[in-house]
């Protein structure tokens, strides 16, 4: 797959949009043609959002909506160029208060639309297993290059590349290897003075998870040890991500890190948990 040749004065590079193969990975070959793609067009905001500006005041959704959502105008601009270029434009996924414009297609359509060629890499890793012995994503390199009739409307176009974005980063004892103290999450939440008597109650905890997830008796069983009632935790699809629970060793344990100390600290609060694929 090539992208249209057409004339440079018709097309400029998206800003912060340029992408470089990453240092170990291997090209695997093109994407296939008909592969189907999500993509989210990321529009300006109308006005620039200063929060400090506010001095703590909260914006009523219609003020937000009013003052710096995406242009109706530009998001006009940007359905028309994904339907000249055979994109279906998702009304249910797109919002111009989240200056968000999501469109579907094919690798083929895609690569016309936003003047990229796209591969597919692979890259071994260094903790390789025979679960996981490499990683593979699908990706360009240059820059995306779009109308110039559409690029000063736009702040980024995500899911072209897939790239994984987050590692984790936590460590587990090796055997033999033992620690001189733990401490439980209410300990640490009383060595940092959280406020006593501050439990959550009425307020919802956001979690982002990228991978992973977890067995809701697990969880029973962690906040049982500690005395305390289990948190109400619902799982939250994003993108085709879910609660995929299944290699303790990987993901899932950040993952219940996460959840136990947010619901050991505030014990009242519920806990939202939004899985999303681990990509732009």
């Known amino acids: 797959m090539t992208p249209p ?9 998206l800003a912060a949009s340029h992408c470089m193969k990453p240092a170990n990975a291997e090209v695997q070959g093109a994407a296939a043609p008909n592969e ?23 914006l009523t959704r219609e003020e937000f909506h009013k003052q710096h959502a995406a242009d109706p105008k530009a998001m006009k601009i940007l359905r028309q160029f994904a339907v000249e270029h055979g994109l279906t434009v998702s009304e249910k996924e797109s919002s111009s208060d989240r200056r968000t414009l999501v469109v579907h297609g094919t690798a083929s359509q895609m690569q016309e639309a936003f ?36 690029a000063p409307h736009v702040q980024a176009v995500l899911g072209l590349d897939t790239r994984p974005i987050a590692h984790t980063h936590y460590r587990r004892l090796r055997p033999g290897q033992l620690a001189n103290v733990s401490y439980s999450p209410p300990q640490v939440a009383e060595l940092y003075d959280f406020p006593a008597g501050a439990d959550g109650s009425g307020q919802t905890i956001g979690i982002i998870e990228l991978g992973g997830g977890y067995e809701a008796s697990d969880l029973e069983k962690y906040f049982q040890n500690l005395n305390l009632t289990p948190p109400n935790v619902v799982a939250v699809s994003v993108d085709g991500g879910k609660n995929a629970p299944g ?14 100390i947010a619901g050991a600290i505030a014990p009242g609060a519920s806990i939202a948990v939004y899985f999303t694929p681990n990509t732009a």
């Not at 990987?250 to 993952?255: K, L, R, S, Y």
Request: charged share 15%; glycine share 10%; net charge positive.
């Open 5 to 13: 040749s057409g004339s440079a004065l018709q097309r400029v590079p």
């Open 36 to 58: 189907q793609m999500s993509v989210s067009i990321i529009l300006h905001r109308r006005r620039p959002l200063d929060v400090a500006a506010l001095h703590g005041r909260q």
């Open 115 to 150: 003047g990229v060629t796209l591969q597919r890499y692979a890259r071994a890793l260094g903790h390789a297993t025979q679960a996981q012995p490499s990683l593979t994503w699908r990706g360009y390199e240059g820059a995306i290059q779009l109308p110039t009739a559409c």
């Open 247 to 260: 290699n303790p060793q990987g993901a899932d344990g950040e993952v219940a890190l996460d959840i136990e």
